[in-house]
């Protein structure tokens, strides 16, 4: 299911991320990989707030759609 999809609250592991080579270095440069953990904080406006790792991080609705767990 896509990041922005998943409920609040819960814990999730990175299954797959549909975005293109320039995205996925993005994300990688933020700490989200395939088999990340990470934590649906809220969602606000569109943009969901996540905890990745040590660090809380807003990513917009568009690249979390892209963000498989």
């Given amino acids: 299911m896509p990041l922005p ?9 990175v299954k797959k991320i549909v975005a293109d080579e320039r995205n996925k270095r ?24 996540i905890r990745v790792r040590d660090g809380r991080l807003a990513i917009d609705r568009s690249l979390a759609m892209k963000i498989l767990v």
């Fill in 5 to 13: 999809i998943a409920p609040v609250g819960e814990g999730f592991t």
């Fill in 26 to 49: 993005h994300l990688e440069n933020l700490g989200i990989t395939i088999g990340t953990g990470l934590t649906v904080l809220s969602q606000v406006g569109g943009n969901v707030i």
